[in-house]
């Protein structure tokens, strides 16, 4: 027999063992205070949300005082004015609806109320070149006596125009 080509020796094939269960153990032993890390940052997290204070209630009201038709006049950051409409329809802490932008009503999406503020957004198309392009338009508002102060916020970056609404009053 050719030596080193024979039969490995019970004594080379756990000294091979041990060697690979060191190498396994080396590569465990840095892994596992990153897992428990990871593991604790994950409990530390859904703690955290769960946690968090409720939102401020609703002022009494509120609710009754933003339903209904409003109405203000916009100037545009290109010059442009009009006379836009918004419908209100709350329900608890949400807000449903439709929101005019340039003349077209839009649905109120995400609409919420905290307090006496309320915030929603409204998606449109805009075509330019031949290319249609779905734009946002972010709206925030802050209810008070009669009147809905509200900010227009676009997904361009473009600065934010106000608008001072007031209540549409229903026609006998």
């Given at each position: 027999?050719?030596?080193?080509?024979?039969?490995?020796?019970?004594?080379?094939?756990?000294a091979w063992k041990i060697?690979?269960?060191?190498?396994?153990?080396?590569?465990?032993?840095?892994?596992l205070p990153l897992i428990a890390l990871?593991?604790?940052?994950?409990?530390?997290w859904q703690w955290s949300r769960n946690s968090e204070p409720p939102p401020p209630a609703q002022t009494p009201g509120v609710a009754a005082a933003i339903a209904g038709t409003w109405s203000g006049e916009v100037t545009y950051s290109w010059g442009a004015?009009?006379?836009?409409?918004?419908?209100?329809?709350?329900?608890?802490?949400?807000?449903?609806?439709?929101?005019?932008f340039l003349q077209s009503k839009r649905g109120i999406e995400d609409g919420k109320i905290t307090?006496?503020?309320?915030?929603?957004?409204?998606?449109?198309?805009?075509?330019?070149?031949?290319?249609?392009?779905t734009r946002w338009n972010r709206y925030e508002g802050k209810v008070s006596g009669t009147g809905i102060r509200l900010r227009i916020l676009d997904d361009k970056g473009n600065p934010p125009v106000e608008i001072a609404l007031s209540k549409v009053q229903a026609k006998p």
């Open positions: 027999m050719i030596p080193g080509l024979g039969k490995k020796t019970a004594i080379e094939e756990s060697e690979l269960r060191q190498r396994l153990l080396r590569r465990l032993v840095w892994k990871l593991v604790s940052f994950a409990i530390w004015k009009y006379t836009e409409q918004f419908f209100l329809q709350p329900e608890g802490d949400r807000l449903f609806g439709t929101a005019m307090g006496e503020t309320i915030s929603f957004q409204a998606q449109f198309e805009e075509v330019s070149d031949g290319t249609t392009r």
